[in-house]
């Protein structure tokens, strides 16, 4: 009998959702899953251990761990053989985004889908309307969101949950 797929959370997305080797334009294409693509960037980036990394996506540390060499291996062979990287699919979840008002220091969570779409840089504060916050992490640091380039990896035209 078949594994059950497990539902990560998957706190962004990535800005870029795919990657081309130099001078080939139809490479073969390794195709890393969105919680794969998570697992790298809690693991390799944030630099959390084990632990944290399955913590924060809600998993066990060894599904986080098949996860994360399942990831590495494909971006490996992509690069070595010159693949192309196409980021897409996978069973996960987006996380709710916290937000605090820089103008007022209102503190507000945000579905990842509100009413229309919307990513968070468009949404007002809630207690007093203004349009400048930061996007607050789990450790309680914070972002700023701004405008048109507000660095939480939309704009790819795929939707802000990676098209669920």
């Known amino acids: 009998m078949a594994r059950r797929k497990c539902c990560g959370f998957v706190d962004e997305e990535p800005a870029c959702r795919r990657f081309l080797p ?31 990394c399955a913590a924060a996506m809600g998993l066990s540390r060894p599904t986080f761990q098949r996860i994360l060499r399942s990831a590495r ?8 053989a010159g693949q192309q990287i196409l980021f897409e699919g996978g069973s996960y979840t987006m996380k709710n985004r916290v937000f605090e008002c820089v103008d007022c220091k209102h503190r507000w969570e945000e579905a990842p889908c509100t009413a229309g779409g919307r990513h968070g840089y468009e949404i007002a504060c809630p207690k007093c309307g203004g349009m400048k916050k930061m996007k607050v992490a789990e450790d309680g640091t914070g972002t700023m969101c701004g405008g048109g380039h507000h660095g939480h990896g939309h704009g790819h035209g795929h939707g802000c949950c990676g098209g669920h």
């Open 73 to 80: 291996l494909k971006v490996a062979t992509a690069l070595v």
């Open 22 to 52: 130099e001078g080939t334009a139809t490479a073969e294409v390794a195709r890393v899953s969105m919680e794969e693509f998570e697992a790298i960037r809690l693991k390799d980036m944030a630099g959390l251990d084990q632990n944290g």
